[in-house]
């Protein structure tokens, strides 16, 4: 090997030592670069996740608000439709006072009851049908058992209350006088 050879292959490998190290660091600074590219997302990622959670929060607690108004507020149809009966009521009362014919009073008066059962009726609640049905304890309450030549055993022979449905669940039930079978001589 020649002295002029010797300082070409180190040159050579300094030069490749030099190249080797420049791609060190820029491998480095790559390296450092998506580092710090994924550190910036992960920081955003938690950011939106954050915003995320506290709308949702924000949501369940608006809709809780909500839904505590709508029962707090859901009877107001039905007070505004029942309104104008007791107005009647009210009427008849004040007539019932200076009235002298006992048949005009008893007409407001059935007027009257007309237009809360129309109220009802709007408001989708229903009067059991009790008399002559057969007993069923879903729907009537027995309060006394009678002997009845005309209806069969188990079978309702006098309403006392009248019983109410409201969209097929009994908001009151019918209470009723119920036939015992025909009387014993």
Known sequence: MTDQEQPEDIQNQTQESAAAETEAVENSTSVEAQLETALAERDENQNRFLRSQAELDNTRKRHQRELAELRQYAAAPFVQDMLPALDNLKRAVEAAENADNVNDLKLGVEMVAKQILDVFAKNN?????????????????????????????????????????????????????????????
């Open 125 to 185: 609640v229903k009067a059991i049908e009790a008399v002559g049905q057969p007993f069923d304890p879903n729907l009537h309450e027995a309060l006394q058992q009678m002997p009845s030549d005309e209806y069969p055993s188990m079978t309702v022979i006098q309403e006392l209350e009248q019983g109410f449905i409201l969209n097929d669940r009994v908001v009151r039930p019918s209470k009723v006088i119920v036939s015992s079978g025909p009387a014993e001589n």
